[in-house]
């Protein structure tokens, strides 16, 4: 059996034993949080155990290393959508201790490109049409730093408003510990 045929029966036997109904909830976060953090296996269910958070609490933006890399790419989009379209008031960046993000180098990553097969002229396409391929593969140096790069893109972009505070935390993934690296309401009450 594959894993998409496994999932899709475990899908109807979840639907016919109406096992969703513990999950129904509507489009807004409860807590008026939007959360973006790093799609880490190890935060999967314990992030949101360890922020005391259920289905329907916040607005969950996972991606590697929770990584905000461009003001006008798909996650400042999905955190201006939460705040002007899905009422939330709230943004928390929460990177954690040995994230893979952490000394990505592109040169590595492209290694890896062509041995599965992505020739050297695809490579030269995307360098000639302008795609800055050494800084979309790296990642940083130390977490602390990605947090923290992330929440200034978040906190000084041009559409977002001024009374919403933007958090950065750091989380163990062995104990679900938070490290508060920058406090919102504080950063809000400077601005």
Not at 6 to 22: C, M, Q, S, W
Not at 133 to 162: C, M, Y
Request: glycine share 10%; net charge neutral.
């Amino acid at each position: 059996m594959s894993l998409i045929t496994g999932i899709l029966e475990h899908n109807r036997t979840f639907v016919a034993n109406k096992d969703y109904i513990p999950y129904l909830t509507d489009q807004f976060p409860n807590m008026g949080l939007v959360v973006l953090t790093c799609m880490d296996t190890r935060l999967v269910e314990l992030l949101p155990r360890a922020m005391g958070i259920r289905n329907g609490d916040v607005k969950l933006i996972k991606n590697a290393g929770a990584i905000v890399s461009h003001p006008f790419g798909s996650v400042m989009r999905s955190i201006l959508v939460a705040v002007y379209e899905l009422k939330a008031t709230e943004v928390a960046v929460i990177g954690h201790y040995g994230c893979g993000m952490t000394g990505l180098e592109c040169g590595r990553v492209l290694d890896k490109v062509k041995e599965r097969g992505i020739s050297e002229e695809v490579i030269a396409t995307l360098r000639h049409a302008g795609i800055d391929l050494q800084k979309w593969l790296t990642g940083f140096d130390h977490v602390e730093t990605g947090v923290r790069e992330s929440v200034a893109i978040v906190k000084n972009h041009p559409l977002l408003p001024k009374d919403v505070a933007v958090h950065g935390m750091i989380m163990d993934p062995a104990t679900g510990r938070l490290d508060q690296v920058i406090d919102g309401y504080a950063e809000r009450q400077r601005s």
